[in-house]
């Protein structure tokens, strides 16, 4: 008989580290469990121990200091959604996490989760990559800060080695006056992953140009895509129907789009299209805050 | 024409009474269901009880070169290590089941026939070991071609799902067999009325059209379980089936046991849908728990009941012929249904599907052709709407389109063909309850229809509405039994083999047997089925219980009322005509002082209890070739109206209300009635808009809820209406657990065909596709305009 699964359910995040470098990729980290039951029971993992984070106190803080607002790992994605100091700093990360799955599955799904698992078609990362949140990990070297935008690899794979543990996303207080928004487009039942998801972040100066634009796309690529200089472009002109229109070509240009059972790369290039300018067309009338 | 009418116009009940008639429930298991109380299967355990795990074909087509269960027999735990040479090489039991042909092995003999077959089966003292033991059983297979669609499946040189012609067995009086050997053609059924050839000459307009529907799943909230039981001589089976009885004899075939000696015991479903209607678990379990000698479970998990029976995908074409003043006079249909590895009950549903294609409408020509071809993928089988959904989605698209072309009203154009008492339908029934009429009309009037359908424009959005109108059979003939005891308390059992799987039937039979004896509902126990006590019932599906085995259960409570009269008649010295029962006891018409209680009369038999059966048996029958005869004890009838909202730059539709009418002859309990008619709106809306099985070489590629989407709450309309017929004069109730299903997929269809102009003919209507239908119409105008410029510009030089 095979060796049964072994669970570590360690009370520290050093205890939690000192395991998974001891074990290497025979260890898997479970949070909620959400995504890793789905692996689990489909056979596409088949890992040897399990490392129950559950128990690590200090993870699930939700505050804003120093203008930013930063989320513990164990925070649950319902907790995010309901949060007063979210909605009250950045509601957008709220709204973002209001989408996902179904009331069942938030009350279950972390935010570390969400972010370790990478996988391509979850609402929060993009708005994190557009939001230019960091990612807080910590390993047996010790902690380290990983951008957002260069957090998510690839498929299922992100910049963490394998003994370290995302502990907790801080994301910047946008200034007053940004709007932000996260528009989902399911292609299936409301409850389906997005077909693609677009985070539009615009500020505009009092005479109409653009301040600030930073945009977004999940769920059509491998990981969130972002254009830095296509967001570059925007700044200094006028927000007007043209200027949107370019950024949003420009995205799906870019795009390498892909193929799915909720729409195929042609379909998503022209929803990037479409959401792309849809979310900086919301992003910008949003209320300003 | 005179003398057949026996339906008058009908009144449209009240569906909004709350809870029924005072003291009626909605449906009375209602809160032990939403609070876990309920005892399903999955629940169930005996002492010394095994646990079973599958494992399953990984190759669409395969020869079984090898398989090596050495290492399972020695984990820890295991019991039973079953292959399907194993049960080949007994003596005492048979290899082979399946309700029609028994064309289905209880494990893979030799050769496998889908992904997902089940090759292995290992009984062992938990999950955990048995799963273990899988892991380490060695299979090795032959890859054989395999054949996945109806053009691979019926070339001439295509590879034979079943080499050898399956073998018939006894089953139902209804079914009409004819199988091709040497080819994929499972079964087919042929309906000839009329002479089509003279039908199309006539036509003044001739249109051809084909229509596609893909395999989706039942995803039922409890997946199929069975515990089974063969330590003794005698084999028990506690399982989730709808028709117990046909559990019973195909285990008693498999075990060459007399039927009395197989007891099936069924308790509250978690839904079935029609996937729980045939051998499914049972004789695997059966067969596991014989050989091991201990009881045994079998739990299916998501991913296997994905694969244990589907709906079967189909292809129809529809060449329709119609005069000058639109009214159809000729209709050949051709219908392929995708019936996967095993024929299950695909045999017969390509009879109901295909009769389907004829439509509510009095066509005097029609031909129709209807196959069920097997195919290397899951087994396909009955589904709620039974064929007759595919087909309403060909015919109520189809008469759309053709009122396009011809620049009709499709209401207008429905209303002249749509059936009326004295016409026949496609097996040349005369019609003499015909509600079409009303039913399409009530939907147009509370949806707002208006032609022509000019969309209403939000932003990027547009809104228009549609609408469908279908007729569907239900099993004929067939057989309804029940038997009722009047405790000495004055209380009531009623015996049924009817299976509540959250329709109600419960309720339904309770009210219906308090109506009979004017007693409270509360008073009676309607029970589930166990075969060994409970009498005969042919099925609970095809919209029949209501009817049937209502009839059956009021004919048995007739019994018992006989009775209590006749004590009653002797007890107050006054003659039986002039008794009445009324809540809860016999009394004078006219004298309610004079009475007696039921427990006073039950007493005074000195019998112990009353004791009463019942029985509802309908005859009919088509002829084998033409298909004309009696298909179906009365129609089941519906309407539908939708109003959709699409959004012009992504193509994504949202249905914002819809409009259901229904005819139910009489209505047993309002809160249920309009429950089963928003469940269909349910199913219909995702077979519309997304449901899909998808496969890649045979392999489902999203055979879990993550990956396959069923319509949530989210996606109902905002507004939803339904309207129920009742016909005062017969009084005859209809089934309506499918009849509201069918219109769903083809009124969503229609009302997005009037947003965007874009005709969707292969199911699901996704976003993606009304996008690139969308992207071609404007291509073709500007196309057209480019055109009319350049001539614009040859004029003016």
């Not at chain 1, 022209?270 to 949003?286: C, D, G, H, L």
């Not at chain 2, 072309?405 to 015909?434: F, H, Q």
């Not at chain 2, 018992?560 to 009394?587: P, T």
């Not at chain 2, 996008?771 to 004029?795: F, H, K, P």
């Amino acid at each position: 008989m095979p060796e049964p699964l072994r669970l570590f359910q360690p009370t520290s995040i050093e205890e939690a580290v000192a395991v998974l470098a001891e074990l290497g990729d025979d260890a898997k980290v479970v949070a909620g469990a959400t995504a890793l039951t789905l692996l689990y029971r489909q056979r596409l993992i088949a890992p040897g121990a399990l490392v129950s984070i559950g128990r690590i106190p200090g993870l699930k803080t939700i505050e804003v200091v120093d203008g930013e607002l930063r989320l513990g790992a164990l925070v649950s994605h319902r907790e995010v959604e309901l949060s007063p100091v979210v909605r009250g700093s950045i509601p957008v990360v709220a709204d973002a996490f209001g989408k996902v799955a179904n009331v069942r599955v938030r009350n279950a799904a972390t935010v570390g989760g969400v972010m370790a698992e990478s996988d391509y078609a979850s609402d929060p990362p993009a708005v994190f990559v557009a939001l230019d949140a960091v990612v807080d990990v910590q390993g047996s070297n010790g902690k380290r800060s990983i951008p957002a935008s260069e957090f998510f690899v690839a498929f299922y794979e992100t910049a963490l080695e394998h003994d370290e543990i995302v502990i907790g996303v801080r994301v910047p207080v946008p200034p007053a006056g940004t709007g932000a928004v996260y528009h989902k487009f399911v292609t299936r039942s409301s409850e389906d992953r997005p077909c693609v998801g677009v985070a539009g972040v615009v500020r505009l100066h009092a005479d109409g140009t653009v301040a600030d634009l930073r945009v977004a796309v999940g769920a059509a690529a491998e990981t969130p895509q972002r254009f830095r200089d296509t967001e570059a472009l925007a700044i200094g002109k006028p927000l007007d129907a043209d200027l949107i229109a370019q950024v949003a070509d420009a995205y799906a240009d870019q795009v390498d789009t892909l193929d799915d059972m909720r729409g195929s790369a042609w379909y998503r290039t022209e929803m990037v299209r479409v959401w792309v300018r849809r979310a900086i067309e919301s992003a910008a009338a949003a209320p300003a805050r | 024409m005179s003398g057949v009418v026996k339906g008058l116009p009908g009144t449209w009940a009240d569906t909004h009474r709350g809870t029924a008639q005072p003291g009626q429930p909605g449906m009375m298991d209602a809160r032990d269901r939403v609070t876990g109380k309920v005892d399903y299967v999955i629940n169930m355990t005996l002492p010394g009880m095994l646990h079973a795990m599958v494992l399953r074909s990984t190759a669409p087509a395969a020869r079984i070169v090898r398989i090596d269960t050495e290492k399972a027999r020695q984990v820890p735990g295991v019991v039973t290590v079953l292959t399907g040479r194993d049960i080949v090489s007994r003596t005492d039991v048979r290899s082979h089941f399946g309700p029609v042909f028994r064309d289905q092995p209880v494990l893979a003999v030799d050769r496998v026939r889908f992904v997902g077959e089940a090759v292995v089966a290992v009984a062992a003292v938990d999950r955990d070991a048995a799963r273990a033991a899988l892991d380490l059983v060695e299979v090795e297979y032959e890859e054989l071609p395999p054949v996945f669609t109806f053009d691979e499946a019926l070339a001439e040189d295509a590879a034979l799902v079943h080499p050898e012609p399956p073998r018939a067995g006894a089953t139902f009086a209804d079914i009409i067999v004819h199988s091709q050997a040497g080819s994929n053609v499972c079964n087919s059924f042929t309906l000839r009325k009329g002479n089509i050839d003279e039908g199309f000459a006539q036509a003044d307009h001739v249109f051809e059209d084909t229509f596609t529907c893909p395999a989706v799943q039942h995803v039922p909230l409890e997946t199929h379980c069975t515990v089974a039981d063969a330590r003794t001589s005698d084999i028990v089976v506690h399982t989730t089936s709808q028709i117990p009885f046909m559990v019973r004899s195909q285990l008693a075939e498999v075990f060459n046991l007399p039927a009395s000696r197989v007891r099936v015991v069924v308790h509250t479903l978690g839904g079935g849908y029609g996937g729980k209607c045939y051998p499914n678990t049972e004789p695997l379990t059966a067969m596991l728990s014989f050989v091991s000698g201990r009881p045994v479970k079998l739990h299916l998990t998501r991913e296997e009941e994905f694969t244990a029976i589907t709906r079967h995908a189909m292809r129809i074409t529809l060449k329709t012929g119609l005069r000058a003043d639109g009214k159809v006079i000729a209709r050949k249909s051709t219908c392929h249904f995708n019936t996967g590895a095993y024929a299950d009950i695909g045999p017969r549903l390509i009879k109901m599907g295909g009769i389907g294609t004829g439509g509510p409408m009095s066509i005097p020509h029609v031909w129709i052709d209807s196959y069920a071809v097997y195919t290397n993928l899951p087994p396909a089988g009955a589904y709620r709407g039974y064929g007759v959904s595919q087909a309403a989605w060909a015919y109520e698209t189809q008469i759309e389109m053709i009122a396009q072309r011809l620049g009709r009203d499709p209401y207008e154009l429905r209303k002249k063909n749509l059936l009326v008492n004295g016409e026949t339908n496609a097996t040349g029934e005369i019609m003499d309850d015909s509600h079409w009429h009303e039913l399409l009309d009530e939907v147009a009037g509370k949806i707002g229809w208006t032609w022509p359908q000019v969309p209403q424009r939000i932003g990027n959005k547009v809104r228009a509405k549609g609408l469908s109108c279908i007729i569907k059979g239900t099993v004929t003939p067939s057989a309804s039994t029940s038997m009722v005891k009047m405790n000495e308390d004055g209380s009531l059992n009623v015996m049924t083999s009817s299976v509540e799987m959250g329709q109600g039937l419960q309720t339904a039979m309770a009210i219906l047997a308090a109506e009979r004896l004017s007693m409270p509902v509360g008073k009676v126990l309607v029970s589930t089925p166990d075969t060994a006590f409970t009498p005969y019932d042919q099925q609970t599906s095809s919209s029949r219980s209501t009817h049937s085995m209502g009839m059956a259960v009021t004919r048995a409570c007739g019994g018992i009322a006989d009775q209590l009269l006749a004590q009653a008649s002797e007890a107050l010295e006054i003659a039986v005509a002039d008794l009445e029962l009324r809540d809860g006891k016999v009394q004078a018409k006219g004298a309610p002082d004079k009475s007696v209680g039921y427990a006073a009369l039950v007493q005074r038999q000195k019998g112990g209890n009353l004791l009463a059966t019942g029985e509802y048996i309908t005859g009919g029958g088509l002829d084998p070739v033409t298909g004309q005869g009696k298909a179906a004890v009365h129609w089941h009838q519906a309407a539908g109206a939708a109003e959709v909202e699409v959004d012009l730059e992504t193509g994504k539709v949202d249905v914002i209300a819809y409009e259901a009418a229904v005819y139910a002859g009489r209505v047993v309990n309002p809160v249920q009635a309009e429950l089963q008619a928003e469940g269909n709106l349910a199913f219909g809306l995702g077979h519309a808009l997304f449901e899909e099985m998808v496969y890649d070489n045979g392999q489902l590629q999203n055979g879990n809820l993550g990956d396959y989407m069923i319509c949530s709450f989210e996606d109902m309309p905002e507004r939803v209406g339904v309207s129920t017929l009742e016909e005062p004069v017969l009084n005859e109730i209809h089934g309506i657990g499918e009849t509201g299903l069918p219109p769903v997929m083809p009124a969503i269809g229609n009302a997005v065909f009037h947003a965007t102009g874009v005709r969707i003919t292969d199911a699901p209507i996704t976003a993606e596709k009304v996008l690139r239908g969308l992207r071609q119409l404007e291509t073709a105008r500007l196309a057209a305009a480019a055109v009319m410029a350049a001539a614009g510009t040859g004029t003016a030089r």
